[in-house]
């Protein structure tokens, strides 16, 4: 299994600037979760999809945040404008069942917003 | 934020047991606890979980109290590769809430 799969693996952008990252989780898994990890805050949850549906959005930090699953393959986590405070490492995570949850992270996205 | 309480950093020497404790003083429960570790520019990687029972798998060991109040998780033999962020979580909804965990240097 090729485990969880993020792109791009880096992102460097301009303050202003649409940002989207992608991601794939395990084949077969129904959770999926987004992260974000600055040495400020830590590692903080964004939002999680059960099926593809939204769950918890209440990590998203702000309406700039958006983030979306269209299939059970794939999900984007889209910043719009971005804005220098954005910067951070972005994980995507899968799991098959809630609870008790074995996470599996991707390698992370790493986003630089000048 | 984070219901568990981690020491900032610890150090073990090589080939000796890790062991890495942390207080749950709020669990109830139904409540699991997870141990994860971040190794530097990785994604979290998942060691072990257990409710009640002591855990042990090809990683680690789980040992928890009694009262559930705190946990222990044991690296029989760490190497140099152990050298991570280990993180502590309880929780049962799906959401995992991280804290800022215990740094653990393993020295030769």
């Known amino acids: 299994d090729a485990g969880v799969i993020q792109s791009p693996r880096h992102e460097v952008t301009e303050m202003g600037q649409e940002v989207t990252l992608r991601c794939k989780p395990i084949s077969g898994h129904d959770y999926l979760f987004w992260y974000r990890q600055t040495m400020m805050r830590g590692l903080e949850l964004l939002i999680y999809?059960?099926?593809?549906?939204?769950?918890?959005d209440s990590g998203m930090p702000e309406d700039r945040f958006s983030a979306k699953m269209p299939n059970a393959s794939f999900s984007t986590l889209k910043i719009q404008p971005s804005e220098p405070r954005d910067s951070a490492v972005y994980f995507c995570?899968?799991?098959?069942?809630?609870?008790?949850?074995?996470?599996?992270f991707g390698p992370g996205t790493r986003l630089t917003v000048l | 934020d984070a219901k568990t309480t981690q020491p900032p950093s610890m150090d073990c020497a090589e080939g000796r047991a890790a062991n890495l404790p942390c207080n749950h003083s709020?669990?109830?429960?139904?409540?699991?606890v997870y141990w994860y570790r971040q190794i530097h520019s990785q994604g979290p990687q998942y060691i072990i979980h257990?409710?009640?029972n002591n855990e042990t798998n090809e990683m680690a060991s789980l040992i928890i109290t009694e009262d559930r109040k705190s946990s222990t998780l044991i690296l029989p033999h760490a190497t140099l590769r152990d050298t991570a962020v280990y993180y502590c979580i309880d929780g049962n909804t799906g959401k995992l809430i991280f804290g800022q965990g215990t740094t653990l240097q393993v020295k030769p």
């Open positions: 257990g409710l009640k």
């Open positions: 709020t669990i109830s429960g139904n409540e699991y």
């Open positions: 999809f059960n099926n593809n549906v939204p769950i918890d």
């Open positions: 995570a899968s799991t098959l069942l809630g609870v008790p949850d074995t996470q599996y």
